[in-house]
């Protein structure tokens, strides 16, 4: 039984084919890379994925239900987080205030006018637990907007955590960060996999990360599946080899 | 900031709002004035609501204010002579319209937003311009007066006695001052705030925006039309610059003269427009000139408002 089930979706920005025809099948508990040189169209397949905007073609379902004219914020409400290449976050507020309106909308209280000192003191715990997570206890009442950028990033995915999602999408986790920093995020994406037996779609273009992390690879290129595999496969694919080094040459 | 200064702010401003009328005398004002104070500084506290808490302009405020004034002056005028029903009345009419209207809206952002808002705003306006036999026309609506209040027990006379009539304006001011902190700290509250951070990632982590910003706005309506009732009651009349977009300036200026960010920066900006107001104009014709100014000196130079001022310098 499958979590995510992506049915030959395409996205056209008029004459501009972004996403042709992509179909995925990611089953509970696995991590699936998605890979392809710049402008192969992952992040617009991420959008369609998360509810951006509706596929002009094809068909998504999550978890036996389709999904493909939901708004975003409905699917989040079934379980479906996800972080941006560009980290989303709210920066004016601090570690602890970013973390625990995410907490309070998994909660179901997001209309809740008043709150309880006895509800209060559980969402309070619950923010604790998840900044101890992601390493973030020490800096929690720092504003994130100040935080360096692997912190922020770990904001983000802590945030996205949250709303306890049964997936997680992951745009890039990695980008623009140093190497002691990409460590970091990887081992954080890796403990939210084997631990708690999360099931993660990203986007990475750092190869040692997804080989570190990914079960099985998905390579899009110009909009389409080049190719689908175990991360020792795709690396011994010819015409994965030639996708990128013919955009490097 | 921290709890303790906090508490210590708002001890001052409730110290300050309670014995006004008994020092506004002495510094050469009046107890009207220290009416127009609260109710104005409830309109642009209300209109904060959305601006500074939900981030979203609008610049039309000025319609419910005004509904809120004629719905209380034309019941007392062709109803029943209720101040209490009065406002009851008034406050339905405004909240109503901005349900309404607000529902139409939502999806809009920014400068669309705001001038959607001033579009309706024009034609409750032009309304309360044109149908005289009703509403007075351009000369407002005149030959009613506000009610001494039956509370069964006792009478309050707020026609004759200006003082009374102050502190039932402060009661009704400190439920809506109160039920907006207790809203902005509530989980309700902080999902504004996200929107107003950061909408991608408000609707990413499952929030409904549309459906929390209408919220926003309707709430933000009832206290203006709150307030909208109170001002007719004040003066014994109501005409249409009441709802005018000049008025809806005015609350967004109030606003940002005071400090959006601070829960009571909108009631500090609306004691300086008052107060400026009653002065300057005694003096000049051209009292709007010198707010101007000093409304662009306190945006260039302490975009954070008066009470961010105040602030930082005790935060130093």
């Known amino acids: 039984m499958s979590l995510l089930r992506v049915e030959n979706v395409s996205q056209h920005f008029g004459s501009l084919i972004a996403v042709n025809g992509v179909s995925l099948t990611v089953g509970p508990g696995e991590l699936r890379a998605v890979i392809g040189p710049n402008g192969a169209g992952k992040t617009t397949f991420f959008n369609l994925v998360s509810g951006f905007f509706p596929p002009t073609a094809g068909r998504i379902v999550f978890d036996g239900k389709d999904i493909t004219a939901l708004p975003a914020h409905k699917r989040v409400t079934m379980g479906m987080a996800r972080t941006f290449q560009i980290t989303e976050i709210f920066p004016e507020l601090s570690v602890r205030e970013n973390l625990r309106i995410p907490v309070e909308v998994a909660a179901g209280m997001r209309l809740m006018p008043w709150q309880s000192r006895k509800t209060d003191a559980e969402m309070q715990e619950r923010v604790a637990q998840l900044m101890e997570l992601g390493g973030l206890a020490a800096k929690a009442d720092r504003l994130v907007g100040e935080l360096p950028h692997g912190d922020q990033r770990a904001t983000e995915i802590m945030m996205s955590l949250a709303l306890k999602p049964r997936l997680l999408l992951l745009d890039e986790p990695t980008a623009g960060m140093g190497d002691q920093e990409t460590y970091d995020i990887t081992r954080l994406i890796r403990r939210l996999h084997k631990d708690q037996k999360l099931t993660i779609v990203l986007i990475e273009h750092d190869m040692r990360v997804i080989f570190h992390l990914a079960d099985r690879i998905m390579v899009l290129a110009e909009g389409s599946i080049l190719a689908e595999g175990t991360p020792v496969e795709i690396a011994a694919d010819e015409r994965v080899q030639a996708a990128y080094l013919g955009k490097a040459a | ?316």
């Open chain 2, 1 to 316: 900031m921290n709890g303790l200064n906090k508490q210590a702010t708002n001890a001052a401003v409730w110290l300050v709002l309670l014995t006004m009328p008994y020092w506004m005398g002495a510094v050469g004002g009046y107890t009207e004035l220290a009416c127009r104070i609260l109710v104005l500084g409830l309109a642009a506290m209300a209109l904060n609501f959305l601006l500074g808490f939900t981030g979203v302009l609008s610049f039309g405020h000025a319609a419910y204010f005004g509904l809120g004034a004629y719905g209380a002056a034309m019941t007392l005028r062709y109803l029943v002579p209720s101040t209490p029903l009065s406002i009851v009345v008034g406050v339905a009419v405004g909240t109503l319209a901005a349900a309404i209207i607000g529902a139409m809206i939502v999806k809009l952002r920014g400068v669309y937003f705001a001038m959607v808002t001033i579009a309706f705003g024009q034609v409750f306006y032009f309304i309360t311009f044109r149908w005289n036999s009703v509403t007075g026309g351009d000369d407002g609506l005149t030959g009613w007066k506000r009610q001494a209040l039956k509370l069964g027990f006792t009478t309050i006379d707020i026609l004759g006695n200006d003082k009374a009539f102050y502190y039932t304006i402060l009661v009704l001011f400190a439920v809506a001052a109160g039920v907006m902190a207790l809203l902005l700290r509530s989980p309700f509250g902080r999902t504004l705030v996200a929107i107003r951070e950061n909408e991608r990632r408000a609707r990413f982590l499952g929030i409904p925006v549309e459906q929390h910003i209408w919220l926003s706005f309707v709430i933000s309506c009832l206290f203006a039309s709150l307030a909208g009732t109170l001002y007719a009651l004040l003066n014994n009349f109501t005409d249409p610059r009441a709802l005018y977009w000049g008025q809806s300036g005015n609350f967004v200026i109030m606003a940002v003269l005071g400090g959006m960010r601070s829960f009571w920066g909108p009631l500090v900006g609306a004691a300086i427009f008052v107060v400026l107001q009653d002065y300057v104009s005694t003096q000049t014709e051209n009292w709007m000139s010198f707010v101007g100014l000093f409304f662009v000196l306190v945006v260039l130079f302490f975009p954070r408002g008066v009470l961010g001022i105040l602030r930082r310098k005790a935060a130093s």
